[in-house]
């Protein structure tokens, strides 16, 4: 895949906790550490496609909009699965 193709999910990912679609309880939660400048460590866990990735992206746009990508490291373990170096 060339730098310039996008795949649709990543291209079209809500970049605000408020486009995030269902998962109201968590958002409500979030936005409310937000809102008091008191927010934890996180982990997030469930099912995949259930939308975890997407809420600490959405964490970090909100918290430093344009400069998101100097401020958070992404490290997703499905992305390692599969793999073994024997």
């Given at each position: 895949?060339?730098?310039?193709?996008?795949?649709?999910?990543?291209?079209?990912?809500?970049?605000?906790?408020?486009?995030?679609?269902?998962?109201?309880?968590?958002?409500?939660r979030?936005?409310?550490?937000?809102a008091?400048?008191?927010?934890?460590?996180?982990?997030?866990?469930?099912?995949?496609?259930?939308?975890?990735?997407?809420?600490a992206?959405?964490i970090?746009?909100?918290?430093?909009?344009?400069?998101?990508?100097?401020n958070?490291?992404?490290l997703?373990?499905?992305?390692?699965r599969?793999?073994?170096?024997?």
């Amino acid at each position: 895949m060339s730098s310039e193709e996008v795949l649709w999910v990543e291209k079209y990912r809500p970049t605000r906790i408020d486009d995030i679609i269902d998962q109201d309880h968590v958002k409500a939660r979030v936005k409310e550490m937000l809102a008091n400048g008191n927010i934890p460590h996180l982990l997030f866990f469930g099912p995949p496609g259930t939308g975890k990735t997407t809420m600490a992206l959405a964490i970090a746009h909100e918290l430093y909009g344009d400069a998101w990508r100097e401020n958070t490291l992404e490290l997703n373990a499905s992305d390692e699965r599969g793999h073994c170096d024997d």
